[in-house]
């Protein structure tokens, strides 16, 4: 079974295969967007859109995905109107007294 390392690096090597095939027909933005795509996956950053009509589960759904039941609002009645960004972070130490 693959894992996400070799296939990571597998995707890697692509970025740069496609990154010289875009610099060599002056791509300069498709280069840009390669660029700073590789870039995401090096610094290991998953961008996820999720979008769809009022009252489908979207929450339901990124709730489901991250494990915790509470982090986005599910009410029957209320939706969420906002754009959110979750990440991954360390959680900060407790101050000592």
Do not use: W
């Not at 890697?12 to 791509?27: C, H, K, N, P, V």
């Amino acid at each position: 079974m693959r894992t996400f390392e070799s296939l990571r690096a597998e995707v890697l090597e692509l970025f740069t295969r496609l990154s010289d095939i875009a610099a060599a027909r002056g791509a300069e933005e498709a280069a840009r967007r390669l660029a700073a795509g590789k870039q995401r996956l090096l610094d290991e950053r998953l961008v996820v859109v999720v979008c769809g009509e009022f009252k489908r589960g979207k929450s339901t759904l990124l709730n489901a995905l991250l494990g915790d039941r509470g982090l986005f609002p599910v009410d029957a009645f209320y939706a969420t109107r906002v754009i959110t960004t979750a990440a991954y972070g360390h959680p900060k130490p407790s101050p000592s007294p």
